[in-house]
């Protein structure tokens, strides 16, 4: 019988370059991000039973699963757990199934452009790494949670959330063909980072239902070799590299100008990036201070955020409350994910 097994691996802002990491942008072209992470968190408990049962549970979703130790667990509608189950327990157990609960929950909705689906699979991956001693390092389990989303499952998606939860930190990732990825963490004075981390306020506009049919065009539109998706991304990914350099200056307001930029461009990418709801906050949060906003993640839904001067931060908080929305300040993180043992 072996120890409970617990991990948690934290959620991210893409503050520039979202989008540069999809293929086939990613092989032709070369792709980079630059991305924050918060204290929210994709947590993964792995328990033993002693009584030839499988159990997948996500707390958040109110889902569950149940079968038996070898039944036929392709018809799990938690198709998370099934897929890192699977592909762990053939890659680092011999293909022996192992009798277990698996829980989860994640401090964010489906949908929230946080990067959650993957910092879970993240949680997941590294859970079983501590449980079955594998030797994967952070580059190891990014890629192995990327291998289980996008090529086991067929999730569509990119790359830079696996990425983000497994190093943790404000990184700038680059992404090249053949799956190359370089994982930069930017060592930022505190100052700097304090005042980034002061300027900016998260809400969630609402669930996304969208995200993954705009990945979809997007990858369509680079597939069949759409200038002006193209040219969108070409710009999306001069932004992550100008938005490095003026964050190491300190610049924030022009990092602010900046981000109105890429959210003009990130909406030139797909139909339904933006949409009446997300219009009408980023408007209303620009009247009321804001000095640049945009969608973290696909778009469509799920989280905004904004940069504000430090000194009006609680007022923008008020106001977006007052319109409805669901709005609080960031806390950033250092560490990426996180397991141990009980």
């Given at each position: ?117 993957s910092a879970l ?52 990732i680059e992404f ?167």
């Amino acid at each position: 019988m072996f120890r409970k097994t617990r991990a948690r691996a934290p959620l991210r802002l893409g503050l520039a370059g979202g989008g540069t990491d999809l293929s086939p942008y990613v092989e032709t072209f070369g792709g980079a991000v630059l991305n924050t992470t918060i204290d929210r968190y994709a947590f993964a408990s792995i328990a033993p039973r002693s009584d030839d049962r499988i159990v997948f549970e996500a707390h958040d979703l109110d889902s569950s699963y149940e079968c038996g130790i070898n039944d036929d667990i392709s018809q799990s509608p938690l198709v998370l757990h099934r897929g890192v189950y699977e592909r762990m327990i053939r890659e680092f157990n011999g293909g022996r199934r192992i009798a277990m609960t698996l829980t989860t929950t994640v401090d964010a909705p489906l949908g929230s452009g946080l990067g959650s689906s993957s910092a879970l699979v993240v949680a997941l991956v590294d859970a079983f790494r501590l449980l079955f001693s594998a030797p994967l390092g952070e580059y190891d389990v990014a890629r192995m949670a990327y291998d289980i989303e996008r090529i086991d499952l067929r999730l569509a998606g990119g790359r830079q959330d696996q990425y983000a939860a497994a190093f943790g930190g404000i990184n700038f990732i680059e992404f090249y063909a053949e799956e190359r990825v370089i994982v930069n963490p930017l060592r930022l004075k505190s100052g700097i980072r304090n005042e980034l981390e002061a300027s900016l306020v998260t809400c969630f506009s609402g669930r996304s239902r969208e995200s993954a049919q705009i990945i979809s065009e997007q990858k369509s539109e680079l597939n069949k070799g759409s200038n002006r998706t193209i040219e969108a991304m070409h710009k999306l990914k001069s932004d992550a590299t100008e938005m490095k350099r003026l964050l190491f200056s300190g610049k924030i307001t022009e990092m602010a100008r900046l981000l109105n930029e890429s959210w003009t461009a990130k909406k030139a990418t797909a139909a339904g990036v933006s949409n009446g709801r997300i219009d009408e906050l980023y408007e209303m949060a620009l009247k009321s201070g804001a000095l640049g906003g945009k969608v973290s993640g696909a778009g469509g839904g799920g989280f905004m955020f904004f940069f504000v001067e430090p000194d009006q931060r609680f007022r923008l908080i008020d106001l977006l409350q007052k319109e409805g929305a669901v709005a609080a300040p960031v806390k950033f993180t250092n560490e990426g994910v996180e397991t141990w043992q009980t």
